[in-house]
């Protein structure tokens, strides 16, 4: 074993690094010499972590590190790999230099953290990590790793990364052209080896991509009884616009699985553990009426949508929305004191998206692709109003397709603002 392990370290100091576009996260801001932290980048599979790690190798220099992947089927998930793995290091390093260690997907081994706490006590050897999974983060990371990391959460790009990914500068575009990228952004989403392929080959890359999802995060992971429950609990969420887990657990009971709501609980919570969805709950002061509400499933990109719901994966209106709450959630993650809620009264007068910082209602959003229609805009403008008056937030979006403008109704100041604008808001 100690062998194979000297062949895989070796192997990656020998190998040029792919190209590599650099991402908006820096993870050397993120690493100090005074603070002894692991650094734990997670996120969903494929929205290139890896490629974080090797970005990184790339700016401390590729001899200062040592990158190994524990899927890599070679390496058995047993302990002793990482006993070994420290010897082998220690053997091949000079244990005065500073040696960087970028470990992908380390959580399948067995007491990895307390191999990486005594790591981080004994040896000069700096600890980043990644993988797929919330048990990475420092609010689920094991008990000898409390305090002792931090956390960067990585999301498929941005619509600036997807510019950059595309080579595309934003200020030199006509607006057709900008429509155009805002419509493939909407349709294909923004997992990296999506964006770069030739469209041909995206529908392989995203049915792939699906599939070990489910095998390696759920399936693998969990060992659930029923595969077929998840499969198809799934393709309800994907076309759902709300959904409660009674709902869900009736409507798998008339498909003649015998299911209780206890196990459906479980199942969202491992494929939300996944970052597969996101589950938006209704904004009341009261807890009990968030825990009751129907909750919103929003997809960790809007491929998923594209591909695999049947309802919604024509229709702008709904990707535009699950974009928009991608970003919100992804600012909810930097920031944590931003919630993300959605609103709707007993009239169905409902706003997309409530943002809550610290105990203010800080602002209210809407997202409609098409106000051209006098009927729908005045809909989303009075339950804007509404929400406006209950909970007493004054700034007041509407994001479109392609409509910029403000506007004064019952003095109220409503903003609407391009999608693209409102994505490239800290830019423009």
Same mark, same amino acid.
Not at 48 to 55: D, F, R, S, V
Not at 245 to 258: D, E, M, Q, R, V
């Given at each position: 074993m100690k062998q194979l392990l000297e062949e895989i370290i070796k192997e990656w100091w020998s190998q040029k690094l792919p190209k590599i576009n650099p991402r908006e996260i820096n993870l050397l801001n993120l690493f100090s010499k005074k603070v002894n932290k692991a650094i734990s980048v997670i996120g969903f599979r494929r929205?290139?972590?890896?490629?974080? $790690?090797?970005?990184?190798a790339q700016k401390l220099g590729q001899e200062n590190c040592i990158y190994v992947n524990f899927e890599d089927e070679r390496i058995p998930e047993k302990t002793e790999v990482l006993t070994l793995f420290l010897e082998v290091i220690k053997e091949l390093r000079d244990r005065e230099k500073m040696t960087f260690l970028l470990l992908d997907e380390i959580q399948n081994i067995p007491k990895w953290s307390k191999w990486a706490r005594r790591v981080m006590d004994t040896c000069n050897y700096p600890i980043f990590l990644s993988g797929s999974s919330s048990k990475l983060s420092s609010k689920e990371i094991p008990t000898e790793l409390r305090g002792r990391t931090l956390t960067c959460y990585l999301f498929p790009l941005s619509f600036r990364e997807f510019l950059t990914f595309k080579n595309k500068n934003i200020k030199n575009l006509p607006q057709t052209t900008i429509l155009s990228l805002q419509r493939e952004y909407l349709k294909f989403g923004g997992l990296p080896e999506v964006v770069l392929v030739e469209e041909g080959k995206r529908y392989f890359l995203i049915d792939e991509y699906f599939k070990t999802f489910l095998i390696r995060d759920i399936f693998?992971? @969990?060992? &659930?009884? *029923?595969?077929?429950?998840? +499969?198809?609990?799934?393709?309800?969420?994907?076309?759902?616009?709300?959904?409660? !887990? =009674?709902?869900?657990? *009736?409507? #798998?009971?008339?498909?003649?699985?015998?299911?209780?709501?206890?196990?459906?609980s479980n199942y969202l919570n491992w494929i939300e553990d996944s970052f597969f969805v996101y589950f938006l709950k209704f904004y009341s002061p009261n807890v009990k009426d968030q825990l009751q509400y129907p909750r919103k499933p929003y997809f960790i990109? *809007?491929?998923?949508?594209?591909?695999?719901?049947?309802?919604?994966?024509?229709? %702008?209106?709904? #990707?535009?929305?699950?974009?928009?709450? /991608?970003?919100?959630?992804?600012? =909810?993650?930097?920031?944590? %004191?931003?919630?993300?809620?959605?609103?709707?009264?007993?009239?169905? +007068?409902?706003?997309?998206?409530?943002?809550?910082? /610290?105990?203010?209602?800080? /602002?209210?959003? /809407?997202?409609? @692709?098409? $106000?051209?229609? &006098?009927?729908?805009?005045? +809909?989303?403008?009075?339950?804007?109003?509404?929400?406006?008056?209950? #909970?007493?937030? *004054?700034?007041?979006?509407? !994001?479109? =397709?392609?409509y910029e403008g403000e506007e004064k109704v019952k003095g109220k100041k409503i903003k609407f603002i391009p999608l693209w604008k409102w994505l490239l808001k800290d830019e423009l």
């Open positions: 929205v290139g972590k890896t490629y974080l $790690l090797l970005e990184l693998e992971r @969990y060992n &659930p009884r *029923n595969e077929a429950v998840i +499969r198809d609990m799934l393709k309800l969420l994907l076309n759902s616009t709300y959904f409660t !887990i =009674s709902k869900i657990t *009736n409507t #798998l009971k008339s498909l003649g699985y015998k299911i209780g709501k206890g196990t459906i990109d *809007n491929f998923f949508i594209s591909r695999f719901s049947s309802k919604f994966s024509k229709n %702008l209106g709904r #990707l535009m929305e699950n974009l928009v709450a /991608q970003s919100l959630i992804k600012e =909810s993650y930097q920031h944590h %004191l931003l919630e993300i809620y959605y609103w709707k009264d007993n009239r169905a +007068r409902e706003v997309d998206f409530v943002l809550k910082h /610290q105990e203010k209602i800080k /602002q209210l959003i /809407q997202v409609c @692709y098409d $106000l051209y229609d &006098p009927e729908t805009k005045n +809909r989303e403008i009075n339950s804007l109003l509404k929400a406006s008056k209950e #909970l007493k937030c *004054n700034d007041l979006f509407i !994001i479109t =397709s392609d």
